[in-house]
């Protein structure tokens, strides 16, 4: 099958520890993204990558970090200075960057909550 | 600046009548409008796009959507709802020539409510 996979589905963290989500896909898509979603706010977007080695910030960056060595993985590690973590994480990927009509493909997503 | 509107939390239509989910968005130059679907704990799910051409635009499971530029507006729709179809519904706009980045501004999402 192809597609997008995440891991873990849930995610425990205590205050001050950094924490990585991962995101995988085998779409062969050159362009990935990280959100996070909170009730009632729909879609943020955290970092995006159009392609190998290279990544930028989103909306709201601050306390996150991201790498992309591999064009099928996309890591994102949440940070002690993310001050409330506490959320829905979705991974999406699409074929070509961003000024195209191409839809995003979402991942099942990692809820994180901070303990 | 780009924004997308969803302006109904929550949308409730009894099963087998006509649902309308709306939107309305703002972007400098042409959009290219997406609409999509969460089911709890789930990832998003594409369900349509508008690109250019025809203003009515089929998509997955039955679903349909129409551009109306004077209005600035892309409707969800679908002539008759199945309780199935219960979920949480997103909107999203992306400018054509590339404002914000390029990148997908979504709508906070509207909660679709189908009864039997």
């Known amino acids: 099958d192809g597609g997008i996979t995440q891991s873990p589905k849930y995610l425990f963290r205590k205050e001050g520890q950094n924490v990585t989500l991962s995101c995988e896909q085998n779409l062969n898509h050159d362009a990935m993204y990280w959100y996070r979603q909170d009730p009632g706010q729909g879609l943020r977007l955290i970092y995006y990558?159009?392609?190998?080695?290279?990544?930028q910030k989103g909306d709201i960056a601050e306390g996150y970090s991201v790498s992309r060595e591999k064009k099928e993985s996309f890591p994102l590690t949440v940070t002690s200075a993310q001050k409330n973590p506490t959320a829905f994480y979705l991974c999406?990927?699409?074929?070509?960057?961003?000024?195209?009509?191409?839809?995003?493909?979402f991942g099942p997503g990692t809820r994180l909550t901070v303990l | 600046a780009q924004s997308v509107a969803q302006p109904e939390d929550q949308v409730n239509v009894a099963e087998g009548n006509p649902l309308t989910v709306k939107c309305t968005y703002s972007v400098s130059g042409n959009p290219y409008l997406f609409w999509y679907v969460q089911y709890p704990n789930r990832g998003l799910q594409f369900l349509l796009k508008y690109i250019t051409g025809d203003n009515l635009v089929k998509g997955s499971y039955g679903f349909e959507a129409e551009f109306n530029k004077s209005q600035t507006s892309f409707h969800l729709k679908k002539p008759s709802a199945l309780v199935s179809d219960s979920a949480l519904y997103f909107c999203?706009?992306?400018?054509?020539?590339?404002?914000?980045?390029?990148?997908?501004?979504f709508g906070k999402g509207t909660k679709l409510s189908v009864k039997p």
């Open positions: 999406a990927s699409s074929r070509t960057g961003t000024t195209s009509h191409n839809e995003q493909f």
């Open positions: 990558s159009q392609i190998v080695n290279d990544f």
């Open positions: 999203a706009v992306r400018d054509k020539y590339g404002g914000s980045q390029g990148n997908l501004i």
